[in-house]
Nanobody, 124 residues
């Protein structure tokens, strides 16, 4: 079992900042990518930012220059620093991890895991 626990959401005024955290725990052999997605009311879930073990990051055009993703691989944790927040950033933010988990002592498989979501509300 692998779990992702998110924290850091809340209510902030436009122009403010928030920092989201997501820690992975459980029987994990390795994590090769982690990221953040969001879903606003009435909209589909969309990618916000992702980060691979090789240090490659990818951002949605709408957050480039304002959001920064970072990882602490030793702690299996990913962060999302969100600056200059806008009301349109209001959404439930979900953490995602692409992991390798043991099935048997000699066998492994890929497992994609999602967090439970944390609400970010930006008031105008």
């Amino acid at each position: 079992q692998v779990q992702l626990v998110e924290s850091g959401g809340g209510l902030v005024q436009a122009g403010g900042s928030l920092r989201l955290s997501c820690a992975a725990s459980g029987s994990i052999f390795s994590i090769y990518a982690m990221g953040w997605y969001r879903q606003a009311p009435g909209k589909q879930r969309e990618m916000v930012a992702t980060s691979t073990n090789g240090g490659i990051t990818n951002y949605a055009d709408s957050v480039k220059g304002c959001f920064t993703i970072s990882r602490d691989n030793a702690k299996n944790t990913v962060y999302l620093q969100m600056d200059s927040l806008k009301p349109e950033d209001t959404a439930v933010y979900y953490c995602n991890a692409n992991t390798i988990v043991p099935v048997t002592p000699q066998k492994y498989r890929e497992l994609e895991v999602w967090g439970q979501g944390t609400l970010v509300t930006v008031s105008s």
